[in-house]
């Protein structure tokens, strides 16, 4: 049994700072690691529904250590999570990540199959493959017009120094993030806290990321996972979360509609359809079984679940 609430853990050098939550299974939900704290996620707290959740800011971010060595390697983030897993003496876990935090989920599974119970997904890209700028700047500039977006854009090629101006570059481009500038503003509103470290951006540079992942150790692995992705996320599109799907054999594919990047805040009613019924299923399998509809079920650009 896991004690609850607050506190730091040492591992590698650095304390990560968790939170304990919730029954059921353990998982472990990780910060995207480049500097964004935990308070962007309150949101998501109904995970706790079907899990013990340990909310885990990854290191120089939020209230966790920064590391002297300035090491936030994928491999890194790994490491530190596998040294969590063993402080805490959690035989295997679930983990979920958004955004890059879901890169850095595929990189623990893809090493780490024996200690991964399943995986959730969101909102993200393929680990091991930096994220595309030229189609994300090309998706960006598409909304070019809309609300709030042509300031955002312009926002866009700022290059912070600080901690505050890191946290500012955020606000002036999260219009792009939302599908709706309304709700953008509820969620600047809302998310009490939030802090982002320049230092830590440096997590997404190609010099960080381990290739071995995206050129196929993933497609090796069987852990059960859903996979979520929004019709209107400009820095996660759809065709990128549907690559990691197909990558993974076991995989659920969630389409969220009419949602910018945090689709549970924008559209939380069909989320959480979508995903509570989603890990349902996967909790229901038996992947070892050879009538289990993931070991026959085709690949392709379609997902057998309907858009939420």
């Known amino acids: 049994m896991l004690e609850q609430g607050k506190r730091r853990v040492p591992v590698n050098g650095v304390e990560l700072s968790i939170e304990v939550g919730g029954a059921g299974p353990p998982l472990l939900f990780v910060t995207p690691g480049w500097g964004v704290n935990i308070a962007a996620y309150r949101g998501l707290r109904p995970l706790e529904q079907h899990f013990t959740v340990i909310w885990c800011e990854t290191r120089g971010t939020g209230e966790s250590t920064a590391p002297e060595d300035h090491d936030y390697r994928l491999s890194t983030f790994t490491s530190d999570a596998e040294a969590l897993r063993d402080a805490l003496g959690i035989e295997a876990w679930w983990l979920a990540g958004h955004s ?19 995986s959730i997904l969101l909102c993200t890209l393929p680990a091991g493959d930096p994220a595309n700028f030229d189609e994300i700047v090309a ?38 993030y939302f599908r709706d500038l309304d709700a953008c503003h509820r969620f600047l509103a809302e998310i009490d806290g939030m802090s982002c470290r320049v230092d830590a951006m440096v997590a997404e540079s190609p010099q960080c990321i381990d290739r071995r992942v995206a050129d196929g150790l993933l497609s090796t692995i069987d852990v059960p996972s859903v996979v979520l992705a929004a019709s209107d996320d400009f820095v996660c599109s759809p065709p990128r979360g549907q690559i990691v799907h197909n990558a993974l054999r076991g995989s659920k594919f969630v389409l969220v509609e009419e949602s910018g990047h945090f689709p549970w805040f924008e559209q939380p009613e069909g989320f959480w359809y979508g995903l509570h019924r989603a890990i349902d299923s996967l909790a229901a399998w038996n992947l070892d079984d050879p009538s289990n509809p993931t070991s026959s079920r085709p690949r392709s650009a379609s997902s057998e679940w309907d858009a939420m």
Do not use: K, N, W
């Not at 935090?101 to 399943?118: E, F, K, M, N, T």
């Not at 070019?144 to 481009?173: F, W």
């Open 100 to 118: 890059f935090g879901g890169a850095l989920v595929q990189d623990y599974i893809a090493h780490h199959p024996d200690r991964s119970l399943g």
């Open 139 to 176: 998706r960006g500039t598409a909304r070019a017009g809309e609300p709030g977006c042509d300031d955002a854009l312009a926002a866009m090629s700022t290059v912070p120094t600080t901690d505050d101006e890191a946290l500012q570059l955020l606000a002036d481009i999260m219009p792009l």
